[in-house]
């Protein structure tokens, strides 16, 4: 099948495009992360995706458009929900790259981290590829994010500290303490 694989980030990405491609799909990477904050986080994560990409000769679709002040518009007083709206926003525009280039399914690799809430995830990738006419291609990576945390430490890859948004950061390194 045709394949159009969403990824966060290159260790991420590791585990789905071996998987995936041991079960005889045709691969393109897709890298679309508008909630990545601050900019030099956002490049440092495109660079590990694509010089990963470029080793294991994956063709990779990397957005321009670093689309933050849309993804803080939608989640300023919806914190909460924040998680929500995220995975929304990039599956959505997944779904749409992946109808319009003539692939059979999109996935992500969001769905390797224990860290993301992948229920949320499989319903609103299964809904927006509903929604959009091109089937979400549901599988559960997450049996091999320890191998790929093994291999990206292995290939001296930028691994990241946090998931992404200025939410998580603050959650990643903010412990309560108080203003001064």
Do not use: W
């Amino acid at each position: 099948m045709k394949i159009l694989l969403h990824a966060c980030c290159g260790p991420c990405s590791i585990y789905p495009i071996k998987a995936l491609r041991e079960e005889g799909h045709d691969l393109r990477g897709y890298f679309y992360n508008p909630n990545i904050h601050p900019y030099t986080e956002y490049e440092r994560r495109l660079d590990a995706f694509r010089r990963y990409t470029d080793k294991i000769d994956l063709p990779v679709i990397a957005e321009d458009d670093y689309e933050l002040d849309e993804f803080l518009r939608h989640v300023s007083y919806r914190e909460g929900d924040r998680c929500r709206f995220c995975y929304g926003m990039r599956l959505k525009r997944a779904a749409q790259v992946a109808r319009k280039g003539k692939y059979e399914a999109f996935t992500t690799t969001l769905l390797v981290s224990p860290r993301q809430k992948h229920e949320l995830i499989k319903e609103i990738g299964t809904a927006i590829g509903q929604e959009a006419g091109i089937p979400f291609y549901y599988r559960d990576f997450r049996p091999g994010y320890r191998q790929a945390v093994i291999e990206s430490k292995e290939e001296n890859m930028y691994r990241q500290q946090y998931c992404g948004c200025i939410y998580s950061e603050r959650d990643r390194y903010y412990k309560g303490r108080t203003q001064e």
